[in-house]
């Protein structure tokens, strides 16, 4: 039966009982139940109890809700991983294992305050569920150590992808510096230093996080190219001296009137024929879509900092213009992360 034959409610179940898909999917991830799958195929119930130290029957209702939702399987009384869950056992913590915990530990309660964030104007998500005083969710993860390590893990399989992308789809050869806004623990520093043998990288961050950069610059033996600042990107003019600034995944956290004066602060630091990229996820210029742009959105809005969103491509080349950028194109990486170039007139 094709889905527009489907009763409404059919069509709609999927909506209202998704929150069952990610418990399942949570609690499976959390116990190590596809990595057993993984290391013993086959293995039936009772012993899948003792090696997840569950008593007899919240391990049959795990299998149950797993087998269900077609995240494992069973035959002749064993069960086994499927194609879906196969890559969560080998590699738990790169994407998309490193996403799991995030989501359940940072944003799955948070988030049942959305419609209160959209009727508020602001991130009420943040303000109900992770204890501080802090506007934003990356300063209050300042004073959550666990839950920013959770953090910073799954940002960081993010970048790696970024970062591979970029290096791919991106060229760089013709910049000798570059300025990296907001680059974090320096995955996208250290992926574009090794590309480029011959471009510098500054990252520009938090002081606890450009510490933790440094370190792990150190560690790579890269600290001759690569070197991260404290940088409060709203307060503080950026550094001179570079031809190049990158934003990558960090202005779409933003209203657009903070984004307009950062863009505006990219333009002062730059001499003539410097180039700004902007890599955000991609929504599309008719704001339909994709379905991970309003995700984001909505995380933005009720979790992150209250005030940001996905942007257009159409509105970002807008604000090149009016910061004194010559929007210079668009460039895919995958389905659904864009980055959007513009040069220093």
């Known amino acids: 039966m094709a889905r527009t034959e489907m009763p409404i409610e059919a069509q709609l179940r999927p909506f209202y009982k998704a929150h069952y898909h990610f418990q399942f999917l949570s609690a499976a991830f959390r116990f190590g139940l596809f990595a057993i799958l993984e290391q013993e195929p086959g293995i039936v119930a009772k012993d899948i109890a003792i090696r997840l130290d569950l008593k007899e029957q919240p391990t049959r209702i795990l299998l149950l809700g797993c087998t269900a939702t077609g995240l494992i399987r069973k035959e002749d009384g064993g069960y086994y991983n499927t194609p879906l869950t196969q890559p969560l056992s080998v590699n738990p913590d790169q994407a998309p294992g490193s996403f799991i915990p995030w989501e359940q530990q940072g944003i799955y309660r948070a988030m049942s305050w959305f419609p209160e964030a959209l009727q508020a104007d602001t991130n009420v998500g943040l303000q109900r569920e992770i204890p501080g005083t802090a506007p934003t969710l990356y300063e209050r993860l300042a004073g959550h150590p666990e839950l920013e390590s959770t953090f910073h893990t799954m940002m960081g399989a993010v970048s790696r992808l970024v970062g591979e992308e970029i290096a791919g789809k991106l060229d ?3 910049h000798r510096h570059l300025l990296d806004v907001g680059g974090g623990t320096a995955i996208n520093a250290s992926t574009l230093a090794a590309r480029w043998p011959e471009l510098r990288v500054t990252i520009g961050d938090l002081p606890s996080v450009a510490a933790a950069a440094n370190e792990k610059v150190a560690e790579l033996g ?3 190219r690569v070197s991260a600042v404290p940088l409060d990107a709203f307060n503080d003019e950026f ?5 190049a600034i990158l934003f990558a995944h960090f202005l779409e956290i933003w209203s ?6 950062l863009l505006a602060k990219a333009s002062r630091a730059l001499e003539p024929g410097g180039a700004v990229f902007v890599v955000t996820p991609h929504q599309n210029d008719e ?19 209250g005030e940001g969103m996905v ?3 159409r509105e970002y080349e807008q604000w090149f213009v009016e910061a004194g950028l010559e929007p210079s194109g668009r460039v895919m990486l995958g389905a659904d992360t864009v980055v959007v170039c513009g040069r220093k007139a």
């Open 172 to 174: 760089l050869s013709a």
């Open 239 to 243: 550094p001179t001296g570079c031809d």
């Open 287 to 305: 704001e339909t879509g994709p379905e991970r742009a309003a995700y984001l959105s909505a995380y933005f809005h009720t979790i992150a900092s």
């Open 222 to 224: 890269l600290s001759d």
């Open 256 to 261: 657009a009137d903070r984004i307009r004066a």
């Open 311 to 313: 942007y257009t491509g």
